[in-house]
């Protein structure tokens, strides 16, 4: 069974950063694109950024780009999300999803990923 875990949310103000991480286990994601996207409320979810297999590629949408830097470790199967500057239109719950191995492809599409976490919850207050 494969299982994504989101941790790192937490309640921070205005200008702080957070580091999200996400543990896949159950099987590893070989040669598989994965990416974060986050959902407001009320809102659809919407693509935050998205990471190649060996991490040379990453694309971010541009609310991100400059403050958030989307990596990864192989070895420990872990994604991580570092969200610097952070503003309070963050405010969402996140999620890490991962493609399907062996597709290694970065896509801001969310039908393209086919495991998903159960989210984190990440609050930024003004």
């Known amino acids: 069974q494969v299982q994504l875990v989101e941790s790192g949310g937490g309640l921070v103000q205005a200008g702080d950063s957070l580091r999200l991480s996400c543990a896949a286990s159950?099987?590893?994601?070989?040669?598989?694109?994965m990416g974060w996207f986050r959902q407001a409320p009320g809102k659809v979810r919407v693509f935050v950024g998205t990471i190649s297999w060996f991490g040379g590629i990453t694309d971010y949408a541009d609310s991100v780009k400059g403050r958030f830097t989307i990596s990864r470790d192989n070895a420990k199967n872990t994604l991580y999300l570092q969200m610097n500057s952070l503003k309070p239109d963050d405010t969402a719950v996140y999620y890490c999803?991962?493609?399907?191995?062996?597709?290694?492809?970065?896509?801001?599409?969310?039908?393209?990923?086919?495991?998903w976490g159960q989210g984190t919850q990440v609050t930024v207050s003004s």
């Open positions: 999803a991962a493609r399907r191995g062996g597709s290694g492809s970065i896509s801001a599409s969310p039908s393209n990923y086919n495991y």
């Open positions: 159950g099987r590893p994601f070989t040669s598989a694109a």
